[in-house]
């Protein structure tokens, strides 16, 4: 197994040895950054950044010169050729004759997977929306374990905008994978979403526990708890653990606290005016003083705007600078194994999978409902063929394969039909007990109405009685 | 002779021996892209883009890269000294001092000529407004030969927008320097200018067949062919050929069919409007299923739009991401060439241009009538001076040194006034036949009455007559 | 002693001796700007503008390749996590553990020197706001002393926008330091700040020699000679010149005219309408011809717009294209002796500061009054602690440590009250008595009367009577 030749566009590319095999050469790296042998002379890294940034792309280019590498970039979308209409497929062909790797960040969700799909040469995605962020990830979790020789067990709390930031998003998924203990500590308003809660029980076979506010003795703590999860002491181990008690696990200390800014470009009109309004709790001296943070590694992406003080900048516990600079040498070691000049062993895998999900792939019409996702954009739904991985029969949800969004499709209909007898032709609600029925190899699945009649399929009676209820409820 | 220290802005400074020679380094780069012995350690190339590009900047800057030299960029015209009104010719004179050859995109027609006047290094134009694209032909050019072994005798078909692509302008006389024969298949209303068929035929000898949509026994083909235009087999012999039959050299087969994109950036309004109720022909697999491009190289310049289907990249016969990749070391050639890092031996010229025209410079207030001519703009026009070749005497045309553009100024007179009589210190109209009378040396051309007047001349009778009609016309 | 680890952020920051190393190193590297043995290789610029450049910032990264090193850049402030509301300590502190070296040009002035504390690297000033661009300074300064072998001495005339310039303001200070004489040639309107005057009579022991028209026998010359400024003949004496005869000096001859462009994205309001009015004059062949200019060495830090002719650009007096060329050398010197790759030996410094004044940094709510400065940004006023030093007592005169701006308190208090007594705690006028009787490390100073008062103090007897009268007045 190798790594050469591979892409990186979400922490789930990668197996838990494929990230301690970067690790492992980070190390290595990390001990005389300035003095390499110049592994990538004559390799040419594209930096393709279509949103703002500095930190991200100063950083992977810093590691490809530092690694003798040489980069050509583009970074604004305003100055580039997409601004005439061209599609990402495209650009990334190109590239792809151009340069030896590609860095790409990119508003749409999805994108970097796209960018992977047809450039024919290495892909790291520097974040695509609000989806992914792996390697803001791999550094976070380098740091940790830099600073407490491992990941596994250790309690990380998650503190602020746990909806928006997808270097959370991404981060988590890792966590769970490598076995440790998550806190969320969302800002009102900025909760973890669903989707990805739902995800880290099925797939990760971790487990929730709510806090109950009203259990609390201690009410007027600084930290705003608002929900623990607790992924198993053995991920191998599906054993669920009813008995979490908050209390005891919070003073047994907390290993890391990861806090984000609000991501406010993201917001939402309404988000936006109540953000206004809100006041969001600072991570200051005052915060820190509670014996849970006692040893805790205080811990940010960057850029902070006001959630974290200055007065944190010269405590020892403070990480959020170690952080950026320890992503230079896990770029570099990224950046040299998949492009196959620096070899490391790889260890065994320590997470497996839970469950493996059908891939929903038909052409009948159904789009992502995401309007961020790269595959239902003007320019590249020309050629993008949707895919849906069907992630549960009840109700029946799909998870689109670029953004990773989760929705619950209207209807379902069978290409199976008895044989061309037309009157048997019927779409049904996704809901009744029809999707289960129809075999997974005939299964037709439809965002509306219109779209199942427009592949000659008629309503069936419990379709029917809902939309003249609708009708009426309409007239 | 060598390239050496050469500039290269528009395809006529090239012989087609020279281009040759670039073919030929091309060649032997494209062996072994990722290992060159860095022939350009050292050398620095400025890549100035002052309108959008990705693929052709990161073409260039690649192409620098793997022959090991560095490159200095400036992309956003926003963020440049040409915001605080600085000229183009004190920005090259600078730059100059810094790089050893320049790259430059600009959106003022000509511009390329000015910094290679100024620069004193060699330069190469990227593209200069609607102007000329040179290296995008000379990569064009390499891919069809590649394919084909020559270019000499090819039956080449240019589709879509020949008015505005500039692409298309600087192909079109390449491939008749080459004695290609071209066909032209327009977008309604985007039909090749005139005046680069007129310059066909009188400096490259060729010959114009009109297509009789009427005499069409075939009408409903999909080739929207309008008009065919061919060169003569050997551009030697100036023998007129009226015999051609379209239907003939159709049958024969197409041997590349190069389809451009509507330019709609440099439409003009109603240009615009027409467009948004025009659906231009699509090139797809039904277009190509005429036996005519049963072996037809489909070629497009990037970025595609609409005008290109994406079933078809699967197409043998399509070969626009081959362009884009073959772009590499085709400019890595020339850049080696002109820098002198590399010599080749130079084939003869193949192509004798016909005529050779005489240049009108005197300051008689004429300007250039162009307005995206860098020669009219205002930061340009303090130093620029002027400067006209006299194409045509009936009616007298001239052509812009700097753009191109050709037009039919108004009056003449001469500088050699009878010996000081004022009474005979008249002007003329441009279409009387003092035009041909005044000798080439005392030629003195005006744009308007205003012009003559203010160089203390006045109206001849017929002029007089002119201007007292055309007073009450407007009275 | 030695250059390297250390900043450039504004001209006081070198002694005229570790300028001579520069330029002595320069003069080396000049010889075979090609032919360098890489003595950056392994070494990485970040090149961070955010303000529009082409020339200064491709100067650096020209000079940083031909020494053999990478460049990072970040060219748009649009296109950074700056716009995300990072200060910029956050964002030198991160480049800081990415780059080796850092060059910044930024709009808000002191910007550099607070990048410079941060960011654990050396730090060059590339043009902070209107404050200084030392850089360029040094570059002109080589310029002279490589044409006339000396700069102690020399009469340089300064020309055109004396007031926004910052080369202007580092070069004054410089050639101050250096002991040549300044003769100040400002457009209408576009006078030296006061502040730069008197800095330059206390600090550099300079003499101001005021202009008289009405004596001028030679009104008409076409030289705007407004003030005359006379730096002592030996810096080291003080020595007042009272008879310096403005006639004499302009007839011994100028030797260099420093030409500015109306720096008019400065302009305020009032000046962008008067400047409309205004015709700025030219230096043109006519104005060269006073006898006064027969040798002088006419330079520009460019970009120009009107207000140098194009026809002097082939007059072997004009040197502003060789002072673009010689930035190169000049900026490889002094990145390489801040990265300590090339040591030189530093001759002793010849100017010796004729004062040195105390900080005021208490925190009493004072902050400085230029809206550019910044310290009083919203993003840095955070962490950013002010400072001023003191540098009159009458009046009492403060001048920012960022941003240089000198500016008069209007309120002053003592720390000491008597031992408690509420009733002596009084603030006073800051031109009253009080200002120099309270002792140094006692002082206390307000910029309103609302910060005394929120500091605990009451207004004294004088204050009282002021605030009533301009009440009534406002009444």
Chains 1, 2, 3 share one sequence.
């Not at 950046?335 to 493996?356: M, N, Q, W, Y």
């Amino acid at each position: 197994m190798t790594l050469a030749g591979r892409s990186l566009t979400t922490v789930d590319d990668f197996t838990t040895g494929e990230m301690e095999a970067v690790f492992s050469l980070a190390d290595q790296l990390a001990v005389a950054l300035h003095q390499q042998d110049d592994p990538c002379r004559g390799k040419i890294m594209a930096s393709l950044f279509f949103e703002p940034s500095t930190r991200t792309r100063l950083s992977f280019e810093t590691a490809m010169h530092r690694l003798g590498g040489d980069v050509i970039s583009a970074v604004d979308i305003g100055a580039t050729s997409l601004a005439k209409g061209e599609s990402i497929a495209d650009m990334a062909r190109v590239i792809g004759s151009y340069a030896d790797i590609v860095v790409i960040r990119h508003p749409w969700e999805g994108a970097a997977r796209v960018v992977a799909d047809y450039a024919g040469i290495p892909v790291i995605n520097a974040g695509d929306g609000g989806h992914q962020h792996p390697t803001q990830t791999l550094l976070d979790l380098y740091t940790i374990r830099m600073e407490r020789k491992t990941i596994k067990g250790l309690k990380i709390a998650l503190w602020g905008d746990l909806k928006y930031g997808r270097t959370i998003h991404s981060l988590i998924f890792a966590l769970a994978k490598f076995g440790a203990n998550i806190l969320f500590c969302p800002s009102p308003g900025l909760e973890v979403p669903e989707h990805i809660i739902e995800k880290l029980i099925t797939e990760y076979g971790g487990e929730l526990e709510r806090y109950d506010s009203a259990k609390d003795k201690n009410k007027d703590r600084h930290f705003p708890l608002n929900a623990i999860y607790i992924t198993p002491d053995s991920p191998h181990q599906l054993a669920m653990m009813p008995d979490v008690n908050i209390e005891v696990e919070l003073k047994a200390g907390v290993d890391a606290l990861y806090v984000t800014r609000p991501q406010k470009e993201r917001f939402t009109a309404a988000e936006r005016e109540d953000s206004a309004r809100q006041k969001y709790a600072v991570v200051d001296k005052a915060l820190l003083k509670d014996n849970a943070f006692k040893k805790t590694l205080v811990m940010h992406p960057l850029p902070r705007v006001d959630e974290l003080a200055y007065e944190l900048d010269t405590d020892p516990r403070s990480m959020y600078f170690k952080q950026a600079a320890l992503g230079v040498p896990v770029r570099m070691a990224l950046i040299a194994l998949l492009l196959g000049v620096r070899e490391v062993s790889i260890p065994e895998d320590t997470f497996v999978p839970k469950v493996s999900y059908p891939v929903y792939n038909r052409d009948s019409g159904i789009r992502c409902p995401n309007t961020r996702c790269v595959s239902v954009q003007e320019t590249e739904i020309k050629y993008l063929r949707s895919g849906f991985k069907i992630v549960d029969h009840n109700p029946l949800t799909l998870r689109c394969i670029y953004c990773e969004h989760g929705f619950e499709p209207e209807y379902v209909a069978s290409t199976d039909w008895h044989e061309g007898k037309l009157a048997s032709r019927r779409y049904h609600r996704a809901d009744s007990h029809w999707t289960t029925k129809i075999k997974p190899e005939n299964l037709l699945i439809f965002a509306s109405a219109d779209q199942a009649e427009a592949h000659g399929f008629r309503p069936d009676h419990a379709v029917v009685q809902t939309q003249t209820k609708s009708g009426k409820a309409e007239a």
